[in-house]
């Protein structure tokens, strides 16, 4: 069982990447006040007071085994009743903490998916790349690491 401070410690810290560059491009980002309770998202963004978006962080390496991303299927059914109910955009980040490439994906939008147990993933091919972190801040990500297996992707 990993240890939940670890990985809080981990996904602020890819949060913050997010925020840094989101802000970069103009966007307003707004962090929930409230800890220590469920959230429906990380963090929600306006832009020059025109546009808002909530956006959810995942900071993990991809899959060794195929090029994807994935999260709880019960995560990905909150975040999907979020969106449909508030009608707002929603993206899903994936910061990766072993190469650094960082892709995002509008929860809702048609994309090819496969599912392992409980888990729903997505194909890397099929996000948007956004950029890379570099080694600095994987190394800074790496402190942090939980992982119980040998990162290789094929």
Known sequence: MANFDI?????ELGEDIIRKYLEQKGWIVYFPFTKNKAHAFDMLCTYKKEKVIAIDVKTKARLNKYAAQGIDIR???????????????????????????????????????????????????????????????IEELSKFDQRKYVYRPT
């Open 75 to 137: 995560s990905y059914n909150e975040y999907m009743f979020f969106k449909k109910t508030m009608n707002i955009i929603f993206l899903l980040v994936f910061v990766d903490d072993k190469n650094g490439d960082v892709h995002a994906f509008e929860i809702g939008k048609e994309m090819e998916n496969f599912q392992i147990g409980k888990i729903i993933f997505w194909y890397l091919k099929d996000m948007k790349f956004l950029f890379n972190i570099g080694k600095e801040k």
């Open 7 to 11: 990985a809080l410690k981990k996904g």
